[in-house]
């Protein structure tokens, strides 16, 4: 018998697919809050992962054999169920998949960027940035003369929308943001910032990592030229990550990597392209990885993306309000009425969230400490570190409840 929760997810029966929840250490069950960092993987991928290598392991569109043409069409499929996924229209042809976000970010700002930037030409992001869009525009913009703008964020943690209008103008050639804060969990209004972008010619790339997990995204309804994800962030493997791209702007573009897959004709003399995605795909891709997403994707529809949202809101809600009620705790972020999903980074008092998260981990509470991959923001909020806890489909109140007792616990000995 199913027995959904108000969010239409059954997360015991969730939580069978997931047998690595059932480890203990020191005598506690495992609270596993650390899935903005990596989630974990349900016994469905695991067994597909398995099942390639057992079955049908080989190389892709190169043998004409039949273990190849398995995997080719598998690898192949996957991008079309990746398409489908973020409403891509164009199919397969606006899919590649590269190792990670990351990668993802770097095949534009190096394809596009290195060619349509230069002096007086403004890239706009936002100040909370992870470091894999602030680092690689950066230092693109350092090769072309380029300069990179930051729209500010308001103290209650929320990106500020006046001010991004006042930096969007004539010189910007590239908008480039986050769609969820995986700091401040923080929902971005991306389509706004797609048309202020549109409206002065130029792109918008937006950094789905923490949004495509856990909330139905549809490419064409924010108009993003670009828009990037990792598999291992969405109950998939790792080494696969998907740059999504309008098709003519990927036809425009240089490839990034040169090598076997992504030619259609050489010459001691030149070289010419592979359709799309695979011009972008040199060499041996993550083909079991990407097959493996795709089963990942058909997972998370069986359980309804729109059901994943609300859960992860609910989540972060709970989280945010038990945390809030302690005095000694900071809140990093909106609240949940102004909209916040997935996760909350704190810190309790002057513990580093370093010492913090150790004490956690004596309670097998697993969370994320650090910066994030947002130094300039943590620089901001006037903190070096903060301790973050995020959710997934997985995830119970309960939970919350183990990471508030954890936290009650660490305070009374750093007292
Ligand atoms: N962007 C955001 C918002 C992230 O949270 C992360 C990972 O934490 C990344 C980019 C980078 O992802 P990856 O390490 O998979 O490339």
């Known amino acids: 018998m199913s027995t959904q929760d108000a969010d239409g997810l059954d997360v ?3 939580r069978e697919d997931f047998p690595i929840l059932e480890r203990e250490f020191n005598g506690n069950d495992l609270v596993y809050l650390d ?6 993987t349900p016994d469905q991928v695991v067994d597909e992962i398995a099942r390639y290598y057992r079955e049908y392991n080989a190389n892709v569109h190169r043998g004409l054999h039949q273990l190849s043409q398995e995997a080719s069409i598998a690898y192949e499929d996957a991008h079309d169920t990746v398409a489908e996924f973020v409403g891509a229209s164009g199919g397969r042809e606006e899919i590649v998949f590269t190792k990670n976000t990351t990668e993802s970010m770097n095949v534009v700002a190096s394809s596009w960027g290195l060619s349509e930037l230069g002096p007086g030409d403004e890239v706009v992001l936002t100040e909370m940035e992870h470091h894999a869009a602030l680092v ?24 500020d929308m006046d001010h991004a209008r006042e930096l ?27 048309d202020l972008a549109h409206d002065h010619d ?4 937006v950094d789905g990592a923490q949004a495509a997990p856990n909330r139905p995204v549809d490419v064409e309804a924010i108009d993003a030229d670009f828009y990037a994800f990792s598999g291992h962030k969405m109950c998939g493997p790792t080494g696969v990550g998907v740059l999504y791209g309008k098709q003519h702007l990927l036809e425009a573009m240089e490839p990034y990597l040169y090598g076997g897959m992504m030619i259609r004709k050489v010459t001691f003399e030149d070289s010419t392209w592979n359709d799309l995605p695979w011009k972008f795909e040199a060499g041996t891709p993550p083909i079991c990885e990407g097959i493996a997403l795709g089963y990942a994707i058909n997972y998370l529809e069986d359980l309804g993306m729109e059901n994943v949202r609300r859960h ?13 009620e302690m005095d000694d705790v900071d809140v990093y972020g909106p609240s949940p009425e102004q909209g916040r999903t997935g996760l909350v980074s ?12 150790s004490i956690l981990n004596d309670y097998a509470v697993a969370i994320r400490a650090g910066d994030h991959c947002t130094q300039p923001l943590h620089d901001e909020l006037g903190v070096a570190a903060s301790a973050r806890a995020s959710f997934y489909v997985y995830n119970t109140e309960e939970e919350v409840d183990k990471l508030v ?8 000995l750093f007292a």
């Open 312 to 324: 992860e809101e609910r989540l972060a809600a709970y989280a945010y309000d038990r945390l809030t």
């Open 35 to 40: 899935n903005a960092a990596t989630s974990q």
């Open 346 to 357: 704190f810190n309790l008092g002057d513990v580093h969230a370093h010492d913090l998260s």
């Open 202 to 205: 130029a792109y918008v790339f």
């Open 136 to 159: 690689t525009w950066q230092q693109v913009c350092k090769k072309t003369g380029a300069e990179c703008k930051f729209i500010r964020t308001t103290d209650d943690g929320q990106l």
């Open 168 to 194: 969007i103008g004539e010189d910007t050639k590239m908008v480039s943001a986050v769609h969820v804060s995986n700091t401040l969990g923080c929902i971005n209004p991306v389509g706004e910032l797609a």
């Open 12 to 14: 015991a029966a969730i």
């Open 405 to 412: 007792e954890a936290i009650e616990g660490a305070r009374e």
